[in-house]
């Protein structure tokens, strides 16, 4: 089997309109880049038709149509079992290249070989900087997420530190993590520390992946030249229940729970399971308690909404054993 530069695995899950869009882009920047390439599309059971409009739209990309939700982790695996490039890209069905993405994002690889995986820069449609280099979660971190700090004082180096947000957007960085909604993995790297983990069905799969290519001696980078439109949480709000869908960023919130508590168990064991559990439960019961003694209707959302993750918290912790084990899937 001969290999190609990179493989470009994108996920599928009821965007079919977007993954349109996503894989048009696509095939234009790796057409224009003088790289070789392939294009893997895992559906995950998508219900809106999506894998027939791969199949009849996009002929020369590798299909794999899976009956069952995998996951994000779940479906990327599928697609790193059949992929063939030196180099993988994941790519979200709900993001788009840049011209000379590709082709930046692979000369950049073959020029660094101490890089494991690196993400670029991503924007919304409006051209708004996204967070596109993080830091990796603590109870630190979370906290000052959680409480607001972050967003009040971003240009802190020590407020807004848990989304790099104190840092210029334009300038290349050593990074702990990059989201998934782009990234460029070395198959080498890849190889080395294993795919994805998929007990986390959702969330937190790549900080844990970029996190054991930090532990097996890679880099992770951050290259602003690489610019990636991605509008972001399309495919959570097509999925039903899971406790709701949280306002910032769309997250399923109950599925959030549960993988931030495989993360801290697999990471810091069950006493940083258990710090970060009640690190949010506390927050949460103290702005449950404050907002409900206001009499206006946004203090008592803000109540309510607390009173239910702080009950979605718990059952997280139930379901997941603190952090020992994943759910059935799907979730």
């Known amino acids: 089997m001969s290999a190609l530069d990179v493989s470009v695995v994108v996920v599928s899950f009821n965007t079919r309109d977007l993954l349109r869009e996503c894989l048009a882009t696509l095939e234009e920047d790796a057409a224009a880049s003088g790289f070789s390439h392939e294009t893997v599309v895992v ?3 998508s219900r809106d038709g999506s894998a027939d409009m791969v199949e ?3 002929p020369a990309a590798k299909l794999v149509r899976s009956d ?3 996951g994000f982790a779940g479906a990327n695996n599928r697609a790193f079992a059949v992929a063939r490039g030196r180099h993988v890209v994941l790519l979200n069905s709900d993001a788009f290249l840049r011209p000379d993405a590709l082709a930046l994002a692979i000369a950049r690889m ?3 070989p101490e890089v494991g995986l690196a993400g670029g820069r991503l924007v919304g449609r409006d051209g708004a900087w996204q967070p596109s280099a993080r830091m990796f979660p603590s109870l630190t971190n979370e906290l000052l997420t959680l409480s607001g700090l972050s967003a009040r004082y971003p240009h802190s180096r020590f407020f807004g530190r848990p989304d790099r947000t104190w840092a210029d957007p334009l300038e290349e960085a050593e990074v702990d993590w990059v989201p998934g909604a782009f990234s460029i993995l070395r198959r080498e790297a890849l190889e ?7 007990r986390f069905f959702l969330y937190y799969e790549e900080v844990d992946l970029c996190r054991r290519i930090h532990e097996a001696g890679y880099h992770v980078r951050y290259w602003p030249e690489i610019v990636v439109v991605h509008v972001g949480g399309e ?12 306002e910032s960023g769309a997250q399923l919130t109950l599925w959030r729970l549960r993988s931030a508590l495989l993360y801290h168990r697999k990471h810091h064991g069950w006493t940083g399971a258990l710090a970060a ?3 949010e439960s506390v927050w949460h019961r103290a702005r449950a308690w404050k907002n409900a003694a206001a009499d206006d209707p946004e203090s008592r959302a803000k109540a309510d909404e607390s009173r239910r993750i702080a009950a979605l918290l718990r059952r997280a912790w139930r379901e997941t054993d603190g952090g020992r084990i994943s759910p059935p899937q799907p979730w």
């Open 43 to 45: 559906d995950n059971a």
């Open 56 to 58: 009849a739209e996009f």
């Open 68 to 70: 069952v939700n995998l």
């Open 110 to 112: 073959d020029a660094e």
């Open 192 to 198: 080395r520390v294993g795919a994805f983990d998929e």
């Open 235 to 246: 495919s959570a709000r097509t999925v039903d229940g899971a406790g709701g869908v949280s």
């Open 277 to 279: 559990a009640a690190g």
